[in-house]
């Protein structure tokens, strides 16, 4: 949300503290002074501490300020990439090959900085085997144990079993340096 800054005609005290464009104090002086002023060098007056005493303004490019902003709060959005649970599903009897695609995507993931739930869904009396499910996920946790924290311990929710890894914190400054050299170089 863009703060609101007061401008020119809108500010409404009888002085103002100013600050020149090149940040020197200029001092206290009625407002029209300021105005007049901030026309000479083609600025605007802007009031940037409402709440001070005297309300301190200062002479520069309004249009500039706004552009400025707006993109430093662009700029933040952008960084706060929200890390999003990715789910990946396993089954108790699963084949290696199929284990190790899984595992890609996993460590897929993780790289990106994602939380990864995994799942071992049970059908039928598959359900009775609930170590086969403990066993694999542990599997997981275990081949990548330099990469994740367990949020999440394994636990079963009806029929399926499942655990929440997150990027162990190396992994995650990792990412997040690579995320600042890649907005660097654009």
């Known amino acids: 949300m863009a703060r609101q800054y007061r401008v020119n005609e809108q500010i409404r005290v009888p ?3 100013v600050i020149g464009e090149d ?22 007056l802007v009031e940037v501490a409402p709440n001070a005493d005297p309300p301190v303004a200062r002479l520069l490019d309004y249009g500039k300020l706004r552009y400025l902003t707006s993109k430093k709060e662009r700029e933040t959005r952008k960084s706060q990439k929200s890390n999003e649970l990715k789910e990946v599903r396993f089954r108790p ?30 059908r039928g009396r598959e359900a009775v085997h609930q170590q086969n499910g403990l066993s694999l996920l542990k599997k997981v946790a275990e081949e990548m144990k ?30 997040e340096s690579n995320s600042t050299a890649t907005a660097e170089s654009e």
């Open 15 to 17: 002085q103002v503290r």
């Open 93 to 122: 009897n699963i084949g290696t090959h199929d284990f190790d695609a899984k595992m890609r995507k996993v460590k897929q993931f993780i790289g990106n900085g994602d939380k990864v739930k995994l799942t071992v869904r049970f």
């Open 146 to 175: 330099d990469e994740i924290r367990l949020e999440q311990q394994p636990s079963m929710e009806g029929r399926a079993m499942s655990m929440v890894l997150i990027p162990s914190p190396a992994v995650a400054a990792r990412q």
């Open 23 to 44: 940040g020197e104090q200029l001092g206290v002086m009625t407002v029209s002074d300021a105005l007049s002023r901030a026309r000479m060098h083609d600025l605007d």
